[in-house]
């Protein structure tokens, strides 16, 4: 089994993604700003890297294989990633915006933002589903052996989880 790669080891990204994103959220619920910055800087070059793997890498061959996958269509996928694209240009402006309020006015920001963040969350959420359901086991189907391994040994953001991993780095 562990010859055979899968796409689906991405979804150990997705949870540690996650994982970071929880972190970054957390911090911003005790309004500890500079590490909410930090760890929103640090999911966002993940989260971003990742997309980028999928879009250069996976979503071309996903598209050019195959067709008429129901809730799997190539525009859906980079549609969604438009949209998280947009969320975090706004999380990242609103985070720099935090750090000239204060007091209540900083406590109605930060709800303000963790509301959005948590809209964020709900559609991540669905992006990763149609992914795990979709593109990755279609991928698993449409490709050989030897092909998997190169493309998942190409995604950066797998190699960034796997060396996080192996510091014992924790989401913190
Ligand atoms: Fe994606
Ligand atoms: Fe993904």
Redesign the pocket.
Known sequence: MSNDPSFLQLIKVHQWLDELFLAHRTALLSLDLSQAKLLFDRYETNLLS??KD?EESLIPIYGARISDVPGGAVEL?IG??KKIRGFLAEFRQALGELRSQKGLALKHKAIELLDREGMFNGLLQH?HAR?RNALYPWLDLITSVEERATLLAGCSSLSAYKVALDAGQSAK
């Open positions: 990742h997309m999928e996928f969604e990633h992006h992914e």
